[in-house]
């Protein structure tokens, strides 16, 4: 096996040796290539077990939200610290650990969703892209997996499960015009716009969050993240 398949390039020695030189840090001492290639091969199988454990953990134990801020950032310490391509591999290997322990779907769940946008977190930040844009284009990836995701249980249950959501949210809506005295009635197009928005919402907020943990954990871990914009910054005390 060529261990070189598991790190992008030289560029990681060089990333890890630019940092502050720090006595507890592990890579404030430049390396041999051999050790940052096994290095690299050890961090993205455990960090891939790490991203299936929470999984698993919040799937028989959820924990709310706690735990779901946890589910992209392996990933994305893995494209931070080794690039793109040992973040790949850590992502297929938590798709098969999941798919060993807890079965296919839930497997294609998490590597579609929170296995994706850790790839993209940890390329952004890499390449040190502002948070606006990373969270920006996590959003998008977030709607898509969501809609992949009414995709693949409408084809589970042989039911259009989009179709039924909506109607029973365009039911919902015009009892609350009702109860306002209103006639108004929605149609589906709107309502579908208006979920879609909720949907887009939903998803910079949980990205904003996930943002603000790795920004606290991996800066003690040595592997900061783009900094935070001036108005968080003041809010974080940076």
Partial sequence: MNDSNWVDSDESIHHFSS???????????????KFQQTLAMVETAFLA?????????????????????????????????????????????????????MGP?????????????????????????????SIFIGAIISIFSFFFKFWLFSILTGEDLWQYSINQMTSVAEWLFLKFGTLIQP????????????????????????????SMVLDKLGSPITRPPKWVQIILDY
């Fill in 19 to 33: 940092q502050p030189s720090n006595s507890k840090n592990l890579y404030s001492q430049p390396k041999s290539p």
């Fill in 49 to 101: 077990s790490t991203s299936s454990l929470i999984w698993l953990i919040n799937t028989y134990f959820p924990l709310g939200i706690i735990l779901r801020l946890f589910f992209p950032i392996p990933i994305a310490i893995l494209c931070l610290r080794w690039g793109s391509r040992s973040a790949c591999m850590g992502w297929l290997v938590s798709g098969l650990l999941l798919t060993v322990l």
């Fill in 105 to 133: 779907i839930q497997s294609i769940l998490f590597i579609t969703n929170y296995g994706l946008i850790g790839i993209q977190l940890g390329a952004f930040w890499r390449k040190n892209i502002s948070w606006e844009w």
């Fill in 187 to 214: 149609s589906f197009l709107l309502v579908q716009f208006f979920t879609c928005l909720l949907i887009f919402i939903n998803s910079i907020i949980y990205l904003f969050a996930v943002h603000i943990i790795a």
